[in-house]
């Protein structure tokens, strides 16, 4: 059993299985009590049982349905009583990877409630508690899907997108603090979301799919070196730095108050 070196406590969302999972064992390793979220009871007092006997740390469970507006009022309203809260992964996603017209309303609405409210109420839980220590970690979990789109990812890219840009203005708003805000982008990881989406992932090219616990341990590795948006399978960092470069010129580009010579009639 580890000493408890009184990190504070750290959220994490979805921790019931898959990368929030593997982010619960790294984080209460690293001294951190927790205070686990999602829908499935049984499988959040399983991992509270191994972890509290593996490192000798406290932990909580909040069983809730992200996706439903009472339970995330619950939830909100702990985080932000909780001034024990030091870190927060927004990590609970759900995703349907199919054609928007065989997708279900319900469906797109859960990847909205989920993916986008979920992670935004909740970040907005912990901010000013965050904000009146000048102290804090704030993750969150988007996806590559979040800058590039499939035929059948639609939804789930537009509410990665959003994640993405929220996370950057965030950044923004909190440079120069001790408030971090980090922003995740996996690729394919071996995980149950893939059944959730519908796909197996034994239907995937098996040599695109990344290990859980690699994708977290580059993510938390990602965090100790003090990165703002970490890429845990992009190797190559000049294609990193290019986009990010592309990215913030293009928004330059946009800021002249004339229009593009192409639209002007000749
Ligand atoms: N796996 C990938 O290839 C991949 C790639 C890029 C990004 N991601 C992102 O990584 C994050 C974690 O996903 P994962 O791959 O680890 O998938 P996962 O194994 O399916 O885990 C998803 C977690 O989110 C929770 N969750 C889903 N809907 C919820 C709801 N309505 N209320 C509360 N909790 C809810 C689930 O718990 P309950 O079912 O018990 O509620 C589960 O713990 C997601 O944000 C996902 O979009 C995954």
């Excluded at 024990?84 to 199919?98: E, K, Y």
């Excluded at 989920?114 to 993750?139: C, Q």
Aim: proline fraction near 2%; aromatic fraction near 6%.
């Amino acid at each position: 059993m580890l000493e408890n070196k009184n990190m504070g406590t750290a959220v994490v969302t979805g921790a019931s299985s898959g990368l929030g999972e593997i982010f619960a064992d790294r984080l209460a390793k690293r001294g951190y009590n927790l205070k686990l979220v999602a829908r499935r009871k049984d499988r959040l007092n399983a991992l509270a049982t191994k972890l509290q006997s593996k490192y000798g740390i406290k932990v909580t469970n909040l069983v809730a349905d992200l996706g439903a507006a009472a339970d995330l009022e619950n939830v909100v309203n702990d985080l932000r009583a909780d001034k024990s809260i030091t870190l927060l992964i927004n990590n609970a996603g759900t995703s349907t990877v199919s054609p928007i017209i065989k997708t279900s309303v319900d469906k797109q609405k859960a990847m909205v409630d989920v993916n986008i409210t979920a992670l935004m109420l909740l970040s907005d839980a912990v901010l000013p508690n965050f904000a009146e220590k000048n102290e804090g970690t704030l993750i969150n979990i988007a996806s590559v899907l979040g800058f590039h789109s499939l035929p059948i990812s639609a939804v789930y890219s537009g509410t990665k997108g959003f994640v993405i840009q929220y996370t950057r203005g965030l950044q923004e708003e909190f440079k120069g603090t001790n408030i971090r805000v980090q922003l995740v982008s996996p690729a394919t990881t071996a995980t149950e979301l893939w059944d959730v989406a519908g796909i197996p992932l034994s239907a995937l090219n098996q040599a695109t799919i990344m290990t859980v616990e690699d994708c977290v341990d580059a993510a938390l590795s990602g965090l100790d070196r003090g990165e703002l948006a970490t890429y845990p399978s992009i190797n190559d960092q000049t294609l990193i730095d290019t986009y990010e470069d592309a990215r913030i010129r293009l928004f330059k580009g946009s800021q002249n108050g004339q229009v593009a010579e192409r639209y002007l009639e000749n």
